[in-house]
């Protein structure tokens, strides 16, 4: 198996409302959590036994606030192996990063809203995004006025917490 993790730090509070996660046909499990400034974890996201067709958004039952200097951690495992029921090629052959559906990438993305005094709430947002299994790029996404595309609270692809399916949200 192969793993690649990735962090990121919040700048600002952060209303957690959704997590979206992607990786293709080896991907295996996905696991994310926050490690507060306090010392305490939080879990955000665990799916053991990733299927390509769960790459949606999750809704959490409850939002809740990340506090600034929060580190968000993401681990994503792949399993280019003929005991992969998911692997396309048997035998396994070589998987190079790619937007195609037989190559491979991660991603993760936080969804909400800052929090924090002085910002118009609702005005604004942020998603923290860790990505590209090769090259392990971490962006931070910020903006006035609607949330990106992908970033919505309702429509296709969008689920709320109990159809995780095989996966668990706190």
């Known amino acids: 198996a192969f793993k690649r993790t990735d962090n990121f730090k919040l700048p600002v ?7 979206w996660a992607h990786m293709h046909m080896i991907g295996r499990r996905v696991h994310a959590w926050a490690e507060l400034p306090d010392g305490s974890r939080r879990e955000l996201l665990l799916i ?17 606030v990340l506090p ?12 280019n192996t003929s005991d992969n029921p998911r692997n396309p090629f048997n035998p396994p052959q070589l998987i190079e ?3 195609g559906s037989t190559d491979e ?3 993760l993305i936080l969804g909400g809203k800052t929090v924090n005094p002085g910002w118009e709430e609702g005005a604004h947002w942020l998603a923290v995004a860790v990505e590209d299994v ?4 971490l962006e931070v ?6 949330q990106p595309p992908g970033i919505e609270r309702a429509g296709p692809g969008v689920h ?7 996966g668990e949200l706190e």
């Open 141 to 146: 996404l910020g903006g006035e006025g609607d």
């Open 160 to 166: 709320p917490v109990e159809a995780v399916g095989g």
């Open 48 to 64: 053991d036994d990733w299927d390509f067709n769960w790459q949606d958004t999750y809704l959490y039952r409850e939002p809740f």
């Open 97 to 99: 990063w790619g937007e």
């Open 68 to 79: 600034k200097e929060t580190v968000v951690h993401a681990e994503w495992t792949w399993a």
């Open 134 to 137: 090769v090259e392990g790029a």
């Open 13 to 19: 509070d952060f209303l957690a409302e959704n997590i």
């Open 105 to 107: 990438m991660s991603g």
